[in-house]
């Protein structure tokens, strides 16, 4: 995406949040690419056989975005930042859903051990273990665990991540780093 449109999705997005739904129409075609690039970095993250193709990921994140109605969009890093926290929660549900099916759709029966056994080798087993580490993490400093679902799951740049949190480059580098190591520590555990 050219930073030239930059300026035009924040446009859409004010006019969005000011009550003007006609935008939403217009506002698909700029964003597209970008979306199905976010959803293609999640996606690439996941197992081989996902059954989610990055396409129905950006029209179910889509239709989640432009039907946040307490949202005031600021400009497109705060859009794309809400997109990643949308995909990725689409994403953990997913996987919550497919490991529950793998075990006949009663997960509720399985002990924790037997659980971790049987799930500890797939990549929705990593993502709902970095998901739970991220809650974690997001009880301790907010801060930190925006950061690192804006770098890694949102895709976007310690700039753009700045931008989002209105921070300063150097806290967000410092802040990503202590968040990446306290993560590591937490799913390496």
Same mark, same amino acid.
């Given at each position: 995406m050219s930073q030239n449109t930059s300026p035009e999705i924040t446009r859409m997005l004010i006019e969005l949040t000011n009550g003007n739904t006609e935008v939403?129409?217009?506002?698909?075609?700029?964003? %597209?690419?970008? *979306?199905r690039?976010?959803?293609?970095?999640y996606l690439r993250r996941e197992?081989?056989?996902h059954t989610l193709q990055p396409t129905a990921l950006v029209h179910e994140? %889509?239709?989640? *975005?432009i039907d946040q109605k307490q949202v005031k969009w600021q400009n497109r890093a705060h859009f794309f930042g809400i997109a990643a926290n949308i995909m990725r929660r689409i994403l953990v549900d997913h996987a919550r859903k497919h490991t529950a099916e793998k075990?006949?759709?009663?997960a509720e029966v399985l002990p924790i051990e037997e659980e971790i056994l049987v799930v500890s080798n797939e990549k929705s087993a990593e993502l709902i273990a970095l998901d739970e580490a991220l809650e974690n993490l997001e009880k301790m400093d907010p801060q930190k665990a925006k950061i690192v679902e804006l770098r890694y799951f949102g895709?976007?740049?310690?700039?753009?991540?700045?931008e989002v949190l209105d921070t300063s480059v150097a806290?967000?580098?410092r802040q990503w780093r202590m968040a990446k190591a306290w993560l590591y520590g937490q799913i390496a555990n």
């Open positions: 939403v129409n217009a506002l698909l075609p700029v964003i %597209y690419d970008e *979306l690039n976010l959803a293609g970095n197992r081989v056989s994140a %889509y239709l989640k *975005l075990r006949g759709g009663a895709g976007l740049s310690i700039e753009e991540t700045a806290t967000v580098n």
